[in-house]
């Protein structure tokens, strides 16, 4: 029986098929560099065109492309939009926004969480369960993957950036910074932790590249300062929850005081009535000074940022 990367062990449902399409859908890149660590297991051919036949088909049947998946699963009862980005295929994404006019701030019905949200959440785990027959793809293709997802998602509409779900209230890259945070703080070292760690290191990068990027269609500076100052609705940035994984979040810290040319935002105080500098403080000591800003300092990290 077919099963997606976020079925749960023993599952014995039988997906939509849709669903089953989705997941058949295999991945095209755009250069053989660094692709794999290992045998990589896909299906004859691309299928993305039997894939459409099947969203067709659906449709033709009354189904919105606003609604949900009729999928049996609850867990993958989801917008088309936001199983595709979940599973990474980046190509469906890209007909659906692009092609098909689905609308990119379409929210969950549940928890009101956009794609970006769930790419933040569950993109590594679904590249990495053998049976998205990806589990072997490098760090570097599965960033990749990530990167042209959330630019898709984002030049669509760049509200996404400061969207809250009604679970926590939420940012995107409050999920990123929590998804940081638990790899960081994993008390297991393994291959897999570490390959875990360095997804969602670079992951960040990749996410603050995009918000930083200085393009007419992106966002101005007063906004780029809305999203990082965003609290959730335990009255934390994503800075702070990116300050309590000690050097991890430091080096993500002191990069934004480098590119904004001020530290104000590490000042912003929580509902405890911590900044994100108190908590690095508290969690990774004797580092205050060098996040402090003078005129001469401003603007000296440019990207790739690199967190390790």
Known sequence: MFHTPLCPKNCNIRHHDVVTALQAVAPKFSSSAAILSGPLRVTRGNNKEDFKKH?????????????????PSEDLRLPLLHLASIFGKHEIVDW???????????????????ALHLVARHLYTALS?????????????????????????????????WAKDCLNRDTPFHVLARQLLQAASSDQESETEDLCLSFYIKSVDVFLKL????????????????????????????????????????????FLVKSLGNNDLLKIKNSAGHSSMDILNQVYPGHERELLIDDEGKGLLTYPLVLH
């Open 129 to 161: 369960a053998c049976e998205s027959r990806l589990e072997n793809m490098s760090i570097t293709a599965k960033v990749a993957n990530f990167e042209r997802i959330v630019s898709l998602l984002v030049e669509k509409e760049v509200t996404l950036f």
């Open 211 to 254: 918000l930083l990027a200085e393009e007419p269609t992106r966002l101005n500076r007063r906004d780029v300062k809305h999203t990082l100052s965003t609290k959730n609705s335990e009255g934390d940035t994503a800075l702070h929850l990116l300050a309590r994984a000690a050097h991890q979040g430091y080096l993500v810290l002191r």
């Open 55 to 71: 969203v067709y088909k659906l449709a033709s049947k009354g189904w919105s492309k606003n609604n949900n998946v009729p999928e």
């Open 96 to 114: 659906l926004l692009n092609d098909e006019n689905y609308d990119a701030n379409l929210r969950t019905e549940k928890t009101n969480e956009t």
